[in-house]
Antibody, heavy 123, light 108 residues
Framework: QVQLVESGGGVVQPGGSLRLSCAAS????????MHWVRQAPGKGLEWVAF????????YYADSVKGRFTISRDNSKNTLYLQMNSLRAEDTAVYYC????????????????WGQGTLVTVSS | AIQLTQSPSSLSASVGDRVTITCRAS??????LAWYQQKPGKAPKLLIY???SLESGVPSRFSGSGSGTDFTLTISSLQPEDFATYYC??????????FGGGTKVEIK
């Protein structure tokens, strides 16, 4: 069965950096695009970033463009999110999610989600 | 970016009720819309994609309809496990996937 397990969350000061990881299993990781989606405490869902199955294309929400970088290592079945210049408004649970369509070249839908990892940006 | 407006933001209903949630896009998105269910402390779950396609394993009491700018999620007979928050999501504008603000379905 598909499993996505995030790690790397924690408390970081404004302006700091953090790298999230998502270990994937139960499917052919190298065949699917992957996403990061976040949810601030008590708020709705916000898509953060997408990376194509082969890593050749990446898309970002305007709110994180230039500060966050999505990447993947298909040899390790792992997705990453490097977060720099963190702000208080980046405080959220961060989910990694698998795209629905095999071989998708642009982001579409999310059919499997991890349990999430909490990032708190506070001094 | 395309904005999605869900209504109502919350509703109270009883077990067995028929429930309808609407999602309106700020511009046409063809059928590029999904619906998700989220329970407290849990990750969202995909229910419907391409506006009306039922995800594998999702009960048939859930259905979706619409195209262009107006979409609906219908639960034909509300069950106890359906009390949750529901979100719509579009991908037509792939430079910025967006979610609706959510609809919380509570027990009357």
């Amino acid at each position: 069965q598909v499993q996505l397990v995030e790690s790397g969350g924690g408390v970081v000061q404004p302006g700091g950096s953090l790298r999230l990881s998502c270990a994937a299993s139960g499917f052919t990781f190298s065949s699917y695009g992957m996403h990061w989606v976040r949810q601030a405490p008590g708020k709705g869902l916000e898509w953060v970033a997408f990376i194509r199955y082969d890593g050749s294309n990446k898309y970002y929400a305007d709110s994180v463009k230039g500060r966050f970088t999505i990447s993947r290592d298909n040899s390790k079945n792992t997705l990453y999110l490097q977060m720099n210049s963190l702000r208080a408004e980046d405080t959220a649970v961060y989910y990694c999610a698998k795209d629905l369509s095999v071989g998708a070249t642009t982001p579409e839908y999310f059919d499997y989600w991890g349990q999430g990892t909490l990032v708190t940006v506070s001094s | 970016a395309i904005q999605l407006t869900q209504s109502p933001s919350s509703l109270s209903a009883s077990v067995g009720d028929r429930v309808t949630i609407t999602c309106r896009a700020s511009q046409g998105i063809s059928s590029a819309l999904a619906w998700y269910q989220q329970k407290p402390g849990k990750a969202p779950k995909l229910l419907i994609y391409d506006a009306s396609s039922l995800e594998s394993g999702v009960p048939s009491r859930f259905s979706g309809s619409g195209s262009g700018t107006d979409f609906t999620l219908t639960i034909s007979s509300l069950q106890p496990e359906d009390f949750a928050t529901y979100y719509c999501q579009q991908f037509n504008s792939y430079s910025a996937l967006t979610f609706g603000g959510g609809t919380k379905v509570e027990i009357k």
